[in-house]
């Protein structure tokens, strides 16, 4: 078992940054994958970020690409979300999940989540 909580949510003006933090605990270990996702309230979760504990590769979704960095502290088993240029599309609620092997795109592919943080960006 893995289990996952996030902190780091706000509220924050268009332009403004935040950093989200995702601790883990339980089974983990360098063969797995952590993703950010987020829902906004009557749309589908979806993938905003992922990176591979093992070699630190990174992946993003197209609408945060050069806003949004993904980074992992492995002796602190947390992953980061460092979010800047943010604007008012962004708020949502984010959730980090994890997974075995490699970053996957598809929520219903994660095995453990996080009970999410809520992000609001004003206009």
Do not use: H
């Not at 003006?13 to 906004?40: E, P, V």
């Not at 993938?47 to 502290?73: H, L």
């Amino acid at each position: 078992q893995v289990q996952l909580v996030e902190s780091g949510g706000g509220l924050v003006q268009a332009g403004g940054s935040l950093r989200l933090s995702c601790a883990a605990s339980g089974r983990t270990g360098s063969s797995y994958a952590t993703g950010w996702f987020r829902q906004a309230p009557g749309k589908e979760r979806e993938f905003v970020a992922g990176i591979n504990w093992s070699g630190g590769r990174t992946y993003y979704a197209d609408s945060v690409k050069g806003r949004f960095t993904i980074s992992g502290d492995y002796a602190k088993n947390t992953v980061y979300l460092q979010m800047n240029s943010l604007n008012p599309e962004d708020t949502a609620v984010y959730y980090c999940a994890a997974r075995r092997y490699s970053i996957s795109e598809v929520p219903a592919s994660y095995d453990y989540w996080g009970q999410g943080t809520q992000v609001t960006v004003s206009s």
